[in-house]
């Protein structure tokens, strides 16, 4: 499959901005999918996976009642809705799915996929 992020930009803290992943090439609820952010000096680190047809989402703490991931199967895309964003959130996003998992899987480790996005930059200022 091909990941396709799209939706950064640059916005002050408290704003709100929404991040699609487009896949192309599978049947992309065969796929579990994951957002992965990286600062520079930083190591990729864990957002927010959406189980294959949304029935099961996790989040980093750091990201709890303020990101929302959801997916549309049909139109195969995933979004990562940001609100009350911070300087902190500052990274690339970085969209990845994972094939042959179980329905409820929604994997929250870097190692866990196969298929990753060219990724988007979002910038937070204060």
């Known amino acids: 499959v091909q990941l396709q992020a799209s939706g950064g930009g640059l916005v002050q803290a408290g704003d709100s901005l929404r991040l699609s992943c487009a896949a192309s090439?599978?049947?992309?609820?065969?796929?579990?999918t994951g957002w992965f952010r990286q600062a520079p000096g930083k190591e990729r680190e864990f957002v927010a996976a959406i189980s294959r047809y949304g029935r099961n989402t996790a989040y980093a703490d750091s990201v709890k009642g303020r990101f929302t991931c959801y997916r549309d199967n049909a139109k195969n895309t995933v979004y990562l809705q940001m609100n009350s964003l911070k300087p902190g959130d500052t990274a690339r996003y970085y969209c990845a799915a994972r094939s042959g998992v179980a329905t409820y899987v929604a994997p929250e480790y870097v190692s866990e996929y196969d298929a990753w996005g060219q990724g988007t930059q979002v910038t937070v200022s204060s």
């Open positions: 090439g599978r049947t992309f609820s065969n796929y579990a």
